[in-house]
């Protein structure tokens, strides 16, 4: 079984911010993409930011020059740097990872959610 705990959240300013954290733990053979989506009231969850274990990047064209995904690969563990929040950016922020576990079974897990308001 694979554990996400992220942190990181809070309240910022509009033009302020923000880091989030995830870190990975238990049966993992490798990590394939880590990820950050969102959430906001009323709306569907999106992807926010993406990493392969490769270091390819992939970001929703809304935070595209604002947010930065990056990775510790030997700690297992993905951020994701926010600057020049906008109160559009509130939302909770859920980490997702897949991969494959020392079992040999694939695996796709969800964090708890980190709440992020940008509000003045």
């Known amino acids: 079984q694979v554990q996400l705990v992220e942190s990181g959240g809070g309240l910022v300013q509009p033009g302020g911010s923000l880091r989030l954290s995830c870190a990975a733990s238990?049966?993992?053979?490798?990590?394939?993409?880590m990820n950050w989506y969102r959430q906001a009231p009323g709306k569907q969850r999106e992807l926010v930011a993406a990493?392969?274990?490769?270091?390819?990047?992939n970001y929703a064209d809304s935070v595209k020059g604002r947010f930065t995904i990056s990775t510790n690969n030997a700690k297992n563990t993905v951020y994701l740097q926010m600057n020049s929040l906008k109160p559009e950016d509130t939302a909770v922020y859920y980490c997702?990872?897949?991969?494959?576990?020392?079992?040999?079974?694939?695996?796709?897990?969800w964090g708890q959610g980190t709440q992020v308001t940008v509000s003045s």
């Open positions: 997702n990872t897949r991969g494959i576990s020392s079992s040999y079974a694939t695996f796709d897990w």
């Open positions: 990493i392969t274990s490769g270091g390819s990047t």
């Open positions: 238990g049966r993992i053979f490798k990590i394939n993409v």
